[in-house]
């Protein structure tokens, strides 16, 4: 069977290359061995491969990494087709039909909305539809695998959205302090759990901070993350210039290159 058929369209052809990969017979024997479990770390990978070709800003990278994040819903699809649950166009068809259903400004009758309406608008859509799928709470819906800051900022978003937040930002830098000393207070008995449980409550309000200062913290973070590495990185090349790696450096010496990379802006 091939599949280098010029006149076949590009999606049909990509599934029928996942079904071939899962033939029972003739598939791929890895491909075969996957479920739901085991290909979720790998969408998780990929779509953070996404937003870092975004990053670098270079066309043909960010078309593969697309690519490879299509696979992966196609892999889902077929997954869930396997077990007479839904296939392809069923997701396709979902999604059009959501997006239609919360964009009445444009495809209905609604009356035109500016940018902060139509997040209003879907936030309350959003609110409908988990009520029709019998999803209580205000916090119900908000994913438990996304990454942890990322989380919690989403969490504070829906309970500020009720009312539940603090009035401005300087009022959530009390709330910090307040947590700092709290965690201070816990650092002499050295309680591997209370120190997590002290350091989780930081981050968490370190989240809500993100958001009151409207950033995101998982982006701030990320950029932080960033910033360490090409600062580092200039002391393990300023070290070896002298011979030497950072192991085998005084903390005094690569503390020095690290405030040069500063001043140098790196």
Known sequence: MTFRMTTEPPIARLINV?????HPETGCPWDRAQDFSSIAPYTVEEAYEVQSAIATGDPAHLRDELGDLL????????????????????????????????????????PGRDAAAQSQAWE????EERLARAE???????A??????ARAQKLCARAAGVGFDWPDAPSVLE????????????????????LADELGDMLFVLANLARKLGLRAEACLAG???KFTRRFGFVERALAETGR?????????????????????A
């Open 245 to 265: 790696t950072p192991a085998q450096a005084s903390l005094a010496e690569m503390e020095k290159f690290w405030k040069q990379a500063k001043e140098q802006n």
């Open 144 to 149: 438990t695998a996304l990454p942890a800051l």
């Open 175 to 194: 709330k910090l302090e307040e947590e700092v000393a709290e965690l201070r207070a816990e650092l002499p008995g050295a309680d591997p759990v209370r």
């Open 224 to 226: 932080a993350n960033d």
């Open 124 to 127: 309350a859509q959003k609110t």
């Open 18 to 22: 996942m079904a071939a990969l899962r």
């Open 136 to 142: 209580a709470g205000v916090l119900a819906g908000i």
């Open 71 to 110: 696979f992966q819903v196609v892999y889902h699809a077929r997954l869930a087709e396997e077990r007479g649950w839904f296939g392809f166009d069923d997701v396709a068809d979902g999604i059009t039909d959501k997006m239609i259903r919360r964009h009445p400004h444009v495809f209905g009758e609604a």
